[in-house]
């Protein structure tokens, strides 16, 4: 949404203090589902290598593993990176650009957690016994996080310019 002219917003009245404000909170409310089932994930994938049924897997498997884990780490990073920005910058009055910086990491921290998954997928898949049939199946998942993610509320963008 647009700002209007003498510092309201165009669907709502409100400042553009009150705009970064309410834009803060929604965006504190959609990390915490994200950050969580991240940092779930991630601490399941650090135990894997202390399994018994680790020392069988195959040094494709394990290069796999570890770019699972490495990209999981990014991803929890990166999904985490708001608390540090609301830390290092509360109080700067600069909680506009600070939000639009968080919701930029927290769109890259969503990418890397959809890669983590697939990647994750294909390892499982694989030890499990699937072959080749684990990329299929990691290339539909991902092709459902881009149609669940990103192509049906693009769609509704269009639909809402119409």
């Known amino acids: 949404m647009k700002e209007q002219p003498g510092g309201r917003d165009g669907g709502r009245d409100e400042t553009a203090e009150e705009r970064a404000d309410r ?25 894997v290598a202390f399994t018994p049924r680790f020392a069988t897997i195959d ?22 990176a708001p608390v540090s920005y609301h830390r290092l910058l509360a109080g700067e009055h600069v909680k506009a ?19 983590t998954v697939c990647a994750a997928l294909v390892l499982l898949l694989r030890v499990a016994g699937l072959g080749w049939a684990s ?20 769609s509704v963008l269009r639909r809402k310019g119409r």
Not at 26 to 44: D, Y
Not at 97 to 115: E, Q, T
Not at 135 to 154: E, K, M, R, S, T
């Open 23 to 47: 834009r803060w909170d929604e965006l504190l409310q959609e990390v915490r589902i994200a950050q969580t089932g991240a940092q779930i994930m991630f601490g399941f994938l650090l135990t």
């Open 59 to 80: 040094g494709f498997e394990r290069a796999l593993y570890a770019t699972v884990v490495t990209l999981g780490a990014f991803a929890v990073g990166a999904l985490i």
């Open 97 to 115: 650009r600070m939000v639009d910086a968080a919701a930029r990491l927290v769109s890259l921290g969503l990418v890397l957690l959809a890669v």
């Open 135 to 154: 990329w299929a199946i990691a290339g539909g998942v991902a092709a459902w996080f881009a149609l669940c993610w990103v192509l049906l509320p693009v």
